[in-house]
């Protein structure tokens, strides 16, 4: 059997969708599967055991008509059996149309079952909540008899132990001492509605650094550079306490920075779902907009933690659960920095016999 699985979104959301890959391979272990991604966020499932083959869907693609067409031509004739597009948009419809794959399977809505053979509604788990992992999982649904809720796998990334030396030369040449506590922030979301206000940041920033032996290093996307500044000028914190300059230039870069971290703190993004696949801990601040129950699914809360306003303020969420773009930002404003604050220090007390 030959599988195409299709994720065409970012880096955290090309992470978790190769669990498909993963319980394919589990299901048929003789699978020939194939992963189609955006070039830029390929490094998450480079080497992955369950993926035979990445195909890269480029920039030329999606802006030149001549070059899509030839694509959709290239992914027909590997007459593959069964394709499944967890990304489900109007290109990968077309795609997965374009395949004439006997099986195309995707989620249940609207005009996609005029592209498909099979349209499934996405599982919910025991407590009838609908989370990331059991909704791409439902996508196999059509393949096989296994129990969806039985099936328990987590995204990994194979780490190349060359790659991972370069980044501890990184931290040493930057004056870094692996041995102590090293933190990532991940300072901004990609977009406002999923950003923690800066200024609270600021302060969380500078109470972690107040913390013994404490190392910090931050991520941010390169076109958020004046943001990043912004941010760091005026902080009150010790000397040999932040780390401005140490930055993963590529994705490779950052998930090889990432080992070497004692925990990963900062705005939901696809850095935290990268910690997590490295096995590192993680604090993960989210948007109102959210849904936490979706996306914060660790059984391990010793490891992984996470505060969204509904934590304390459930009265705002309990006739609204989605919340509209307009009134994310005015609701991030309640998530006082006193009480992130707290809780990160619990989460890190938790640890502290890790780091």
């Known amino acids: 059997m030959k599988v195409l699985v299709i994720q065409q979104k970012r880096v955290g959301d090309v992470l978790v ?34 993926i035979d083959r990445l195909i890269e869907f480029t920039d030329e693609h999606k802006k030149s008509r001549s070059a899509f067409f030839k694509f959709c031509q290239d992914i027909k004739a590997q007459q593959y059996d069964v394709v499944i597009d967890a990304y489900s948009k109007t290109e990968s419809w077309i795609i997965s149309k374009f395949s ?43 393949l096989t008899d296994t129990p969806i809720h ?9 780490i190349d ?13 930057n004056d870094v001492d692996i041995s102590k506590p090293l933190i990532m922030i991940g300072l901004f979301g990609r977009i406002p509605q999923k950003t923690w206000p800066i200024a609270y940041m600021k302060k969380l920033v500078e109470a972690l650094a107040q913390q013994p032996d404490m190392q910090l290093i931050f991520n941010y996307d390169r076109d958020q550079q004046s943001m990043f500044h912004h941010l760091i ?24 920075l990432i080992s070497h971290c004692s925990a990963y703190i900062g705005n939901d993004s696809g850095p935290i779902h990268i910690a997590k696949a490295v096995g590192r801990p993680t604090f993960t601040i989210f948007s109102p907009g959210i849904s936490k129950a979706g996306w ?6 010793q490891e992984h933690s996470a505060v969204h306003l509904e ?3 459930p009265d705002l969420f309990s006739s609204k659960p989605v919340v509209d773009d307009d009134e994310v930002l005015t609701m991030y404003d309640l998530m006082k920095p006193d009480w992130v604050i707290e809780e990160v220090m619990s989460f890190l007390a938790r640890l502290s016999s890790r780091i």
């Not at 969708?17 to 992963?35: D, K, V, W």
């Not at 991972?164 to 040493?172: A, I, T, Y």
């Not at 914060?296 to 809360?301: D, G, H, I, Y």
């Open 17 to 50: 969708s190769t669990i498909i890959c993963e319980a394919l391979r589990q299901e048929f272990p003789q699978a020939e599967i194939h992963y189609m991604v955006y070039t830029y966020t390929k490094g998450v499932a480079e080497n992955h055991p369950a």
């Open 100 to 142: 004439r794959a006997p099986k195309r399977i995707t989620y249940d809505k609207g005009v996609r079952k005029l592209f498909f053979t099979h349209a499934v509604k996405p599982m919910l788990d025991a407590s009838g909540q609908e989370h990331i992992t059991m909704r791409r999982l439902s996508l196999l649904t059509p």
């Open 150 to 158: 039985s099936m328990n796998h987590s995204p990994s990334i194979h």
């Open 161 to 173: 132990a060359t790659a991972q030396e370069e980044q501890r030369q990184v931290l040493q040449q």
């Open 233 to 256: 000028d005026g902080l009150d914190v010790p000397a040999g306490a932040v780390f401005p300059n140490v930055y993963g230039n590529s994705l490779k870069d950052l998930i090889h």
């Open 296 to 301: 914060f699914t660790e059984a391990n809360k």
């Open 311 to 313: 934590d304390i303020r």
